[in-house]
């Protein structure tokens, strides 16, 4: 089970109900990060996740509404107890940027790892059972868009087991995908394991224009998040001008792309009542969500009870 949650849907400057970007992803107890706007760390005690098991923070870009909450989330980070190494993974220039940003955090009990992506390149890492994935973005400066991915074995089939006289007390260690030698026998997992069965598929993108390779990159998410800066279509000149979207092609992307469902964030201050133009992207993607703060998603395997 994938869980998500979005911590900020504002974007630009914080408002008294809505805190500034960032969303926490969590599996099996372990979480990663997705940017860091100011109040990130409060958001964070808010939705009851915790601090010390966030192994790693993805940043899509270095303006302020991103990244400001960084200095205080380190520190509080530190003060869980932490000591296990943070690894910060984003675009250039990442070191310049944690340089700047650390200098009022400059004794941390961990140390931190700073991993640059590819500018111009689609890029692709693995932390802990996530498959990451990097797509650069059209924004006014170097931007990420995310996906996370994370696979699922193929079902033990125990007809076949059974008709190859493999003993049960084998079972277990062949389904997890480790080999087994039995009376001589080396018994390895592809013996009892069908393919690969759909895992779970989270695609993260603020701050960009829309593009053929964004809605290739989105393909077949569980679960889309994009921004939505403005709702009324008629904000369509000042979204390109500000290499922004509007709520409408955030809605084709969805549907472009195969997507389950879509929650929109990253609103404008100017976006009071962001559900006053819900439509917008309901009307062509109508499994479409309006985002807020703190909202939680579990998301379970297409075979297992939702």
Known sequence: M???????????????????????????????????????QVAIRHAGWGFKAIDAVCLTHYHADHVAGLPGFLLTLGNSGRTEPLTVFGPPPLEYVMRALTVIAPQLPYEIMLAELPENAESEFRIKEFRIRALP???????????????????????????????KGCWSML?????????GRILTPDMVIGPPRKGLKVTYCTDSRPSKELIAFSRDSDLLILEGMYGANEMLEKAIQRKHMIFSEAARIAEQSNSRELWLTHFSPSLNQPEDFAGNAANLFPNSVIGEDLMMKKLNFVDEAT
Not at 4 to 33: E, N, Q, S, Y
Not at 175 to 183: F, I, L
Request: charged share 25%; net charge negative.
């Open 175 to 183: 389904q997890k995908g480790n080999p087994v030698e039995w009376q």
């Open 2 to 40: 994938l869980e998500v949650c979005l911590l900020g849907c504002g974007g630009m400057v914080p408002l008294p109900d809505r805190r500034l970007t960032a969303m926490l992803i969590r599996l099996d107890g372990k979480m990663i990060l997705v940017d860091c706007g100011e109040g990130t």
């Open 137 to 167: 973005m059209d924004h006014m400066i170097p931007c990420m868009a995310y996906s996370f991915e994370v696979g699922r074995n193929g079902k033990f089939d125990v007809k076949r087991a059974e008709d190859q006289n493999i003993p």
